[in-house]
């Protein structure tokens, strides 16, 4: 049985807290945009910590059974984008996310208080 979007961002917070990312942020997108239902943004302070959170969201989904779409970015680590379908999870390394800012971009969007 498929999981709502609503569950998908639980899960994807989840995962991510699971690893310590910080300052997770997680923005609601229906009737904003057409590319996913929510967006979930972190960031950890070095590039084993942001593989290590993507590898652990990755892990959850595909044990919940998440059809993942993409990933790009685990070589690198210094963003990782995880296309989970209804929700994209964004992971940062702690300067990129503060160069990229993508918050601000997206300030139209509520922000979703998760458990």
């Known amino acids: 049985m498929p999981i709502s979007s609503k569950q998908l961002l639980d899960l994807a917070v989840q995962a991510v807290d699971e690893k310590k990312a910080m300052d997770i942020v997680a ?12 967006f979930v943004i972190c960031h950890g302070n070095s590039d084993i910590q942001v593989q290590s ?8 989904a595909q044990e919940a059974g998440v059809d993942i779409k993409g990933i790009e970015g685990m070589d690198t680590a210094r963003w990782v984008l995880m296309d989970l379908g209804d929700v994209i999870v964004h992971i940062f390394h702690r300067d990129e996310r503060e160069y990229y800012n993508i918050e ?7 922000v979703v208080e998760t458990v």
Do not use: M
Not at 53 to 60: C, H, L, M, N
């Open 53 to 60: 959170i993507a590898t652990e969201v990755r892990k959850q």
């Open 27 to 38: 923005l609601d997108l229906k009737g904003i945009s057409l590319i996913a239902d929510y």
């Open 104 to 110: 601000r971009l997206w300030s139209d969007a509520k």
